[in-house]
């Protein structure tokens, strides 16, 4: 009876420490409850990057109201309704004048309408002049001090035959009652003078009847500031 080794038998079962040596291609079994576990973790790590990628997201108009809000307003910005828009003032003062006789055709043009005015009223700062349809001169000016200006007396070679101011206040009327003629005339230049002083009256004119050619008590009175106008008592009588 001879002895065989261990290592030239193959049929006999694997011991020991080679029961521990696995080739690569062999499956790794792991257990079941380790998975699950893991398999968790993984969800709830791509969850909470998913949120904050989200979060983090500008275009993303329900997760950040303030920001979206802040930044409408910078993109289309409001005027607040207690506030208005400045208005810049395009006040100007307009002037009308009349020749003595009538204005040159050869100065009607615009460059030649300016340059005489200029020459004739040299301080004067001048928007706008031309002649009108009515053969008017009519001249705008910015301020109240180059209108005052204007409105002067103009030298009498002005547009070669002279030209005078066109009156364009506004003439307000009032009417005197129980004015007796006897009394008060009208024409008396100490009468005008003496309106004038006190009620601004410029004008005054006594109203005569047709029928009879008969002055009567009323005078008819022409006022040209609206201001004073309105400070002249209503029930004013010359004569008590």
């Given at each position: 009876?001879?002895?065989?080794?261990?290592?030239?038998?193959?049929?006999?079962?694997?011991?020991?420490?080679?029961?521990?040596?696995?080739?690569?291609?062999d499956p790794l079994l792991?257990?079941?409850?380790?998975?699950?576990?893991?398999?968790?973790?993984?969800?709830?790590?791509?969850?909470?990057?998913?949120?904050?990628?989200?979060?983090?997201?500008?275009?993303?108009?329900?997760?950040?109201?303030?920001?979206?809000?802040?930044?409408?307003?910078?993109?289309?910005?409001?005027?607040?309704?207690?506030?208005?828009?400045?208005?810049?003032?395009?006040?100007?003062?307009?002037?009308?004048?009349?020749?003595?006789?009538?204005?040159?055709?050869?100065?009607?043009?615009?460059?030649?309408?300016?340059?005489?005015?200029?020459?004739?009223?040299?301080?004067?700062?001048?928007?706008?002049?031309?002649?009108?349809?009515?053969?008017?001169?009519?001249?705008?000016?910015?301020?109240?001090?180059?209108?005052?200006?204007?409105?002067?007396p103009w030298s009498t070679?002005?547009?070669?035959?002279g030209i005078k101011a066109?009156?364009?206040?506004?003439?307000?009327?009032?009417?005197?009652?129980?004015?007796?003629?006897?009394?008060?005339?009208?024409?008396?230049?100490?009468?005008?003078?003496?309106?004038?002083?006190?009620?601004?009256?410029?004008?005054?004119?006594?109203?005569?009847?047709?029928?009879?050619?008969?002055?009567?008590?009323?005078?008819?009175?022409?006022?040209?500031?609206?201001?004073?106008?309105?400070?002249?008592?209503?029930?004013?009588?010359?004569?008590?």
């Open positions: 009876m001879s002895a065989t080794s261990p290592s030239d038998d193959a049929n006999s079962p694997i011991q020991g420490p080679r029961s521990q040596n696995i080739q690569n291609n792991i257990n079941q409850s380790v998975l699950l576990q893991l398999m968790k973790q993984l969800t709830t790590q791509t969850q909470n990057l998913y949120s904050q990628i989200v979060t983090n997201d500008p275009s993303n108009p329900t997760t950040h109201p303030n920001q979206n809000q802040t930044s409408n307003s910078k993109t289309h910005p409001q005027l607040d309704q207690n506030q208005t828009p400045p208005v810049e003032s395009s006040k100007s003062f307009i002037s009308k004048f009349t020749s003595n006789l009538s204005f040159p055709i050869e100065k009607k043009g615009y460059l030649k309408l300016h340059r005489e005015i200029k020459r004739c009223k040299p301080n004067a700062t001048i928007l706008n002049s031309y002649i009108n349809k009515k053969n008017e001169l009519i001249i705008r000016t910015p301020t109240i001090e180059d209108n005052n200006y204007i409105n002067e070679d002005a547009f070669e035959h066109i009156d364009s206040s506004p003439k307000l009327y009032l009417a005197l009652h129980d004015v007796p003629a006897s009394l008060f005339d009208v024409d008396d230049e100490e009468n005008k003078m003496f309106m004038l002083e006190h009620y601004n009256i410029v004008k005054m004119l006594r109203i005569i009847k047709k029928s009879s050619n008969e002055s009567t008590n009323l005078i008819k009175a022409i006022v040209d500031d609206k201001e004073k106008f309105e400070n002249i008592p209503f029930f004013l009588r010359l004569v008590e």
